[in-house]
C-alpha cells in the first residue's frame, strides 16, 4: 500500500524508485508466498500450478543465461506468475480486506480531484485513473448495494473519468474502460452465469492478444491509415513496426526467446506494447506455455468463484478488462500496478466466501487452515 500510494500521489517518489519497482513488488510478493503458501505441503501434494510456477521461472533464467541477456526482465515474469498463482491462497482478515477496498476508493478519489497526469505522462496518468476506479468499484458496488443512492457516485467518477482519457488522448486506458463497462452492464448476467461463455471470453483475453498483433501487423501493410477518432492519432502509429522487428528476431529462437535490453530500430527503448507477446518473445516458445496454463486455470477458477457474489463479479470483469488492455500495452505486467492487480484477483476468489453468507471470510480461512 505504501508503495502503490507513493508511486501514484507523489511523482519524486515515483521518478526515485521507478528502476527498483520490480524487485520491491518482488520482496512483497514472497514475503506474501512465504506466510499463505505452506510449500513443503504443497510439494508433497504435487501441486500442479506451483510445478508450473516453477518449472516456468527456472526455464525463463536458463534462457536468458543461454542467449547472454539482461537478466533483470526474470523479475517483471516472476512478479506477474506470482500475482496469478497468490491471487487464491492469500488470506486476509475482514479489516485488512476493508482497508484495501477503502485504500483504492481513496486512492481514484485523489485523482479524481487532482490530475496529476502531466507530471508522469499522459498516457501514464489516464491508465491509472482507470485502473484505480476499477479498484475503487469494489467499494462503490458495496455501498450501493446498502442504498441505491450511491450509485450517483458511480456516474460522476464515470464521467470524471471518461473526460480525464479522452483529454489525455489515452487509447490503452479507454479500452480498459470501454471493455469493463461493456462486460459488466451490456452483456447480460446470464450469459456469464455459463461457464462456456467466461472461459470463450478469457481465452480471447489471452490468445486475442497474439492475435491482435498479428491482425494489426497485416492491417498496416495494406497502405490506408486512417485517423482514430476522439484521439487525434492515426490507427497505425508505430506499434506495426515494433511488433514485426520483434517477430523477426523472435523466427530466429523461438525456443529461447529473444531476452530483454534488446535496441530496437523501431522504437527508442525496448518496450513490445503487448503482454501476451512480451511473454513470448522474450521467454520463448516453452516459458509462454507454461504461463499461459497458469494464468487460464486461474482466470477460470476467479470466473467460477466470481458470478455467485456481486462485487467479485465486478473484479472479475476488472481484471479482463486490463487483459484486453495489455493487447496494446504492457500495463498489465508492469510492478506498478501489481497491487491493483493482485487486489482485484482476490476480490475475485473471494466470491466463493459466499458458501457460507454468515461467515464471510470462512472459506479462505479454511482454506488457510487446510494448509
Known sequence: MIFYAGTWTFPAFYHVTEIYNTSIVFVALGILFINNVNLIKKIKEKDIMLLVLAAALV??????????????????????????????????????????????????????????????????????????????????????LKKEIYGFFIVI??????????????????????????????????????????????????????LFVAAYVGMSKLGSNPKMPFFYKNVFSGREQIWQEVWELFVTMPFTGIGSGRALKSFFEYNIHNSMYDILAVHGIIVFVLSICLILVTMFKAGDAAVKKRESFCA?????????ESFIDMDLMWADYSPLLLFLLYEAFDGAAKADPGNAGSVRRIANERK
Not at 536458463?62 to 515474469?77: D, E, R
Open 157 to 210: 467518477a464515470l464521467l470524471r473519468t471518461v473526460s480525464l482519457v479522452l483529454w489525455h488522448l489515452a487509447r490503452g486506458a479507454f479500452l480498459a474502460l470501454f471493455v469493463f463497462l461493456i462486460f459488466y452492464y451490456i452483456v447480460p448476467k446470464k450469459l456469464w452465469d455459463k461457464k462456456m461463455f467466461r472461459r470463450a471470453v478469457t481465452a480471447f483475453s489471452v490468445f486475442g492478444s497474439l
Open 316 to 324: 472479475f470483469v476488472a481484471v479482463t478488462a486490463i487483459f484486453f
Open 59 to 144: 526455464i525463463a533464467l536458463v534462457n536468458l543465461f543461454v542467449i547472454g541477456s539482461n537478466k533483470g526482465c526474470i523479475l517483471i515474469l516472476t512478479d506477474f506468475l506470482l500475482v496469478m498463482y497468490l491471487a487464491q491462497n492469500i488470506v486476509l482478515s475482514d479489516i485488512q480486506k476493508k482497508t484495501l477496498e477503502i485504500f483504492f476508493l481513496v486512492m481514484f478519489a485523489s485523482w479524481f480531484v487532482y490530475d496529476r497526469a502531466f507530471f508522469y505522462n499522459a498516457n501514464t496518468g489516464a491508465t491509472v485513473t482507470v485502473f484505480t476506479l476499477l479498484g475503487g468499484y469494489i467499494l462503490l458496488e458495496k455501498l450501493c
